[in-house]
């Protein structure tokens, strides 16, 4: 079993916020995304270089109030609008959960358009580590968003994981992630940054 990034999540207050604050940041346009059922929010997407992709997501205040806490702990976001989240893909999600940190969540079925894919989510829609445990997720079709989505000229360089515990999280995620362009550092406070190749230079988002 293995894990291999899939993509990185910025959230908003709204929609318009995520989506600004990469724009800003990047210095190129999202794309349209659409709309998640079970926890009701909304995403604009940005296509990455080697298979990978950014998303901007908020709590669609035209859909339904979900029945359970929303995923990424979007129900307590308050603040700026920033990089929030990592996911990792896996092609056995039930095998490799029991074998990652306690809290990872439990297996949600999901869907947006024709996509099809299964998601542990916590109880509380709060990952371990402070929400720094990657999410874990695995697709159900052969249909990837990353390849759905135009080229932007943009490389992920380095994701940067800072937290008090980041050897722990390390060292939790090493038998199945080996990734050099994430790196964990220790942090006081817990926090992502994220470094890309752009058409406007070199760039960070955090």
Not at 2 to 31: K, N
Not at 78 to 104: H, K, S, Y
Not at 113 to 140: S, Y
Not at 172 to 188: K, S, T, W
Request: glycine share 8%.
């Amino acid at each position: 079993m293995r894990l291999e990034l899939d993509h990185i999540a910025v959230a908003g207050s709204t929609l318009a916020e995520a989506t600004e604050a990469v724009e800003d940041a990047l210095g190129v346009r999202l794309q349209k995304g659409g709309e998640h059922d079970v926890f009701f929010t909304h995403n604009t997407l940005l296509g990455l270089e080697d298979g990978l992709y950014l998303e901007g997501i908020a709590i669609n205040p035209n859909a339904p109030t979900p029945d359970r806490p929303r995923w990424f702990d979007l129900d307590r976001f308050e603040g700026p609008a920033r990089l929030t989240n990592w996911i990792c893909r896996t092609d056995d999600l039930t095998g490799i959960l029991p074998d990652l940190a306690p809290g990872v969540g439990d297996i949600v079925s999901l869907k947006r358009g024709d996509l099809r894919w299964q998601m542990a989510v916590p109880e509380t829609g709060v990952l371990p580590f402070d929400n720094l445990h990657p999410a874990i997720i695995e697709w159900g079709t052969n249909l990837h968003p990353a390849a759905m989505l135009e080229p932007s000229g943009c490389r992920l360089t380095r994701l940067v994981i800072a937290h008090p515990r980041a050897d722990d999280l390390r060292k939790g995620l090493a038998p199945y992630l080996r990734d050099d362009r994430v790196a964990f550092e220790a942090g006081n406070v817990p926090e992502m940054m994220a470094e890309f190749d752009t058409p406007n230079g070199s760039r960070v988002l955090r």
